[in-house]
T-cell receptor
Framework: EAGVVQSPRYKIIEKKQPVAFWCNPI?????LYWYLQNLGQGPELLIR????????DSQLPKDRFSAERLKGVDSTLKIQPAELGDSAVYLC?????????????FGPGTRLLVL | QKEVEQNSGPLSVPEGAIASLNCTYS??????FFWYRQYSGKSPELIMF????GDKEDGRFTAQLNKASQYVSLLIRDSQPSDSATYLC?????????FGAGTTVTVRA
């Protein structure tokens, strides 16, 4: 079974430029998450989708971040414009709704450097 | 108070020894508890989860949960150099997974 796929793996941009990350979850997983991970910290949730609905975007900085999951499968996370402080690893995860046994599986992440 | 706190480490253990990792959480209503391993430059990978009080064993790993004390731990028996990584504790509450900052473990050959 293929895991969560993310692209690109690395991205270097200048501040104020836009950037987009793409994620393809594990086949059949209806729930998709975007996390941000800073060095030395655990992942922090940005947004959670159930199918195509964003059910928790309370931690997403909506002034510059946006996300979509149009057909309930692939998802895109966008930052516009990027700031120096956005340099981090952006992780996508997916899961199958199984209540207390719901387990999230992570993709390899996109490492973003904003200069 | 942070939602999930882990002992800061780093933790250095000799090969073959037991590594003990601790995690406390603040929300008493938390439902499930997960341990992830993260190698440097890689993404978190699931080791195991637990949601009932007591112990749960999977190979060389044992997770222990005490909901009354809001405490979960991970024991790694017969530690190997390949166990050298950062271990993240994560707590599930109402579909939201909250992570600790992680404990870095180094296994000395």
């Amino acid at each position: 079974e293929a895991g969560v796929v993310q692209s690109p793996r690395y991205k270097i941009i200048e501040k104020k430029q836009p950037v987009a990350f793409w994620c393809n979850p594990i086949s059949g997983h209806n729930t998709l998450y975007w996390y941000l991970q800073n060095l030395g910290q655990g992942p922090e949730l940005l947004i959670r989708y159930e199918n195509e609905e964003a059910v928790d975007d309370s931690q997403l900085p909506k002034d510059r971040f946006s996300a979509e999951r149009l057909k309930g499968v692939d998802s895109t996370l966008k930052i516009q414009p990027a700031e120096l402080g956005d340099s981090a690893v952006y992780l996508c995860a997916s899961s199958l709704d199984r209540g207390v046994e719901e387990t999230q599986y992570f993709g390899p992440g996109t490492r973003l450097l904003v200069l | 108070q942070k939602e999930v706190e882990q002992n800061s480490g780093p933790l250095s253990v000799p090969e073959g020894a037991i590594a003990s990792l601790n995690c406390t959480y603040s929300d008493r209503g938390s439902q499930s508890f997960f341990w992830y391993r993260q190698y440097s430059g890689k993404s978190p990978e699931l080791i195991m989860f637990i949601y009932s009080n007591g112990d749960k064993e999977d190979g060389r790993f044992t997770a222990q949960l005490n909901k009354a004390s809001q405490y979960v731990s991970l024991l790694i028996r017969d530690s190997q150099p390949s166990d050298s990584a950062t271990y993240l504790c994560a707590v599930l509450n109402d579909y939201k997974l909250s992570f600790g900052a992680g404990t870095t473990v180094t296994v000395r050959a």
